[in-house]
């Protein structure tokens, strides 16, 4: 069995990663951002997914204890919406207010098919989006993994350490390939576990 | 996955762990509060009371197919007509989210009033996750109060029982089948009703407007899919706009107001797409609506809008 907690910064969808989760077998609980890193390790936690959140919540330099998670952890993280952008921003790239905010269905298109996190997705599918912000700025230490049409960043992962991020959201029941993409990090925490 | 026959036994037994005494239910007739109270009835039996607030914003022979729904269920229910206090409550109210929490607080009202009379401390509610998701609070931003979450008064008696919270629409009617729930397939209805299908002030004669108006949309859209001219859409209803256009009536001009129809796919009323209605049958509806609603509407538009950035209802 995995263990992957989903770490509340407030989004619309964070109940529904929590269900898709819950839905593929995954042990699965929604946590406040506020939750310390000892006591997810204290409980044997396999991986975790950082929601998305209000408005401009990606812009702050503080998102709960987000940035201990990503100091401390060797277990997968997947930064969704505000906590990829976060994620970006921990790194030292940056992220700001989108010169074309993108809501609804979008067009997705993968830099690199033979991701982990993107096994079994085409090239091309339609994704769900909500974002106000984007990253303008991808650290040296992070590599792009997807594009749209009106933003660069779509799906990004850490070169060195099995942290990823996504501005779309796989969650929500639109996107095409959303639980394809669960089951792939599902799969990575698996292997991390034995590593 | 989802798994309905668990679900029940452990609910019930929370239920039964949490309930002591008589029970409330706000019962609307809606798919949530009847699979609620079909659960709660199932865990308390008789020691529950259905309580259907007529609020003058149900849709058309509605309250009365409620009615009939609660003695099928062999309910203890009371039925209450509370149409005159909510037009009065409402009046010149043409904020949505003011208009949301005038109708959760009276709603409050009413169930007190019967708890008091009855000594009972527990309000069961069909709240289900997007009510209190879209509420808001805390970190969350609020899209909507929903009636019964965002809508309930700051301080209450009665202690709230919400056993489907967790789940979504299309959960809640997986448990309906299995409890044999006879509206386990009919369509999502907000709570507030159609106060918030009217943009502006939801007068008593407004209300008669949307109220057709969602009756010839409910009517024509399941006769073309019963047709197999389509598939039902998830959720399909009429909007009366705040706008007015000029139109031509019998070589007269006429200035009347707007009709938008709108019918969506969703599975979990967390997104949606619009639905793509053949044009056909947008034609029927349209002609229907301004023919017999001429006095009044002279123009039907189609929403386009997806979920995000709209949302599925207008206000």
Redesign the interface.
């Given at each position: 069995m995995v263990s992957i907690y989903v770490v509340?910064?407030?989004?619309?969808?964070?109940?529904?990663e929590w269900?898709m989760l819950k839905?593929l077998d995954a042990t699965t609980k929604i946590v406040p951002?506020t939750t310390t890193w000892k006591t997810l390790t204290d409980e044997g936690v396999d991986g975790l997914i950082l929601s998305g959140?209000?408005?401009r919540?990606g812009l702050e330099n503080k998102l709960g204890n987000c940035d201990e998670y990503l100091r401390k952890s060797n277990i997968p993280i997947l930064g969704i919406c505000a906590g990829h952008q976060f994620m970006a921003r921990f790194f030292g790239g940056d992220a700001k207010p989108s010169k074309i905010p993108e809501?609804?269905?979008i067009t997705l298109t993968l830099l690199d098919t033979e991701n982990p996190l993107f096994i079994n997705v085409p090239k091309e599918s339609i994704v769900?989006?909500?974002h106000n912000d984007e990253i303008t700025i991808l650290p040296d230490s992070m590599k792009n993994l997807a594009k749209s049409e009106n933003c660069t960043y779509q799906a990004i992962m850490h070169k060195e350490k099995p942290f990823f991020g996504l501005q779309f959201h796989p969650e929500?029941?639109?996107t095409e390939y959303g639980e394809q993409i669960f089951t792939n990090f599902i799969s990575i925490c698996k292997k991390n576990q034995t590593t | 996955m989802f798994k309905p026959t668990s679900f029940i036994k452990q609910a019930t037994e929370q239920i039964q762990k949490t309930v002591k005494g008589k029970a409330l239910i706000a019962f609307s007739g809606g798919v949530d509060s009847t699979v609620c109270a079909a659960l709660v009835n199932k865990a308390i039996g008789n020691q529950l009371i259905a309580v259907h607030v007529d609020t003058g914003y149900m849709r058309k022979n509605e309250s009365e197919n409620t009615k009939k729904l609660m003695e099928e269920m062999n309910l203890n229910y009371r039925f209450i007509d509370a149409s005159k206090e909510y037009y009065a409550s409402l009046k010149n109210v043409t904020d949505p989210e003011k208009k949301r929490k005038i109708i959760g607080e009276k709603f409050i009202e009413l169930f007190d009033e019967v708890a008091n009379e009855e000594n009972i401390q527990y309000l069961v509610q069909g709240t289900i996750a997007p009510d209190w998701i879209e509420s808001g609070g805390e970190l969350r931003d609020t899209i909507k109060s929903h009636h019964n979450v965002g809508g309930l008064p700051e301080k209450m008696n009665l202690k709230l029982v919400e056993p489907l919270r967790d789940l979504y629409k299309d959960e809640v009617r997986e448990l309906a089948r299995e409890l044999q729930v006879s509206v386990s397939e009919k369509q999502p209805f907000p709570g507030p009703g159609l106060a918030i299908r009217i943009m502006g002030e939801a007068t008593p004669k407004r209300t008669k407007i949307v109220r057709e108006a969602c009756a010839i949309v409910e009517e024509e859209i399941e006769k073309a899919s019963a047709e197999k001219k389509m598939t039902l859409p998830w959720q399909y209803f009429a909007v009366l706009l705040p706008v007015k256009s000029v139109g031509v009536h019998g070589d007269k001009r006429a200035y009347g107001q707007v009709i938008a129809i709108r019918a969506v796919e969703s599975m979990d009323a967390m997104s949606c797409s619009f639905s793509t209605i053949p044009h056909e049958v947008i034609d029927i509806i349209s002609n229907r609506i301004t023919n017999t609603l001429g006095h009044d509407i002279n123009r039907v538009v189609y929403d386009v809008t997806n979920k995000p950035p709209g949302t599925i209802e207008w206000e």
């Open positions: 509340d910064n407030g989004g619309q969808w964070t109940h529904r269900r839905y951002n959140g209000a408005p919540i809501f609804g269905k769900w989006e909500s929500v029941n639109n | -």
